[in-house]
């Protein structure tokens, strides 16, 4: 399934196919990813994701991250949960970095 939005996570949710905008984990969400954040991932103090997929853009981790797959852009904030390995997080700037939730608005 392709999600052509950004989206919100504020409970427990999994996604297995392709989100094309910026994923928000919320205080209160919890990501289980197995398919593909395109635009980067913003997690909330409080969140939490758990990435078995791929993040081609950058990622926000103001929360808690569980990393078994691979960033591809690069990880600002906290580092993962788990042990991982250098090929995980390859470290290239997005050319859209997402957007930290602190600077939405409605």
């Known amino acids: ?3 052509h939005d950004d989206l919100e996570v504020d409970s427990a949710f ?3 196919g392709q989100v094309l905008g910026t994923t ?3 205080s209160s969400g919890v990501l289980t990813c197995f398919g593909q954040l395109v635009g ?3 997690i909330d103090d409080g969140g939490r994701a ?3 997929g791929q993040v081609p853009g950058n990622v926000i981790n ?3 991250l569980e990393l078994y797959g ?3 852009g690069r990880l600002i904030g906290n580092l993962p949960k788990n042990s991982i390995s250098s090929e995980q997080i390859i470290g290239s700037d ?5 957007v930290p939730s602190t600077e939405l608005t409605d």
Do not use: D
Request: charged share 10%; aromatic share 4%.
């Open 62 to 64: 103001n929360g808690e």
């Open 40 to 42: 980067g991932l913003v």
């Open 24 to 26: 928000y984990v919320r």
């Open 14 to 16: 999994e996604q297995n």
């Open 1 to 3: 399934m392709q999600h």
């Open 50 to 52: 758990i990435v078995h």
């Open 70 to 72: 691979q960033i591809i």
């Open 94 to 98: 997005s050319s859209s970095p997402p």
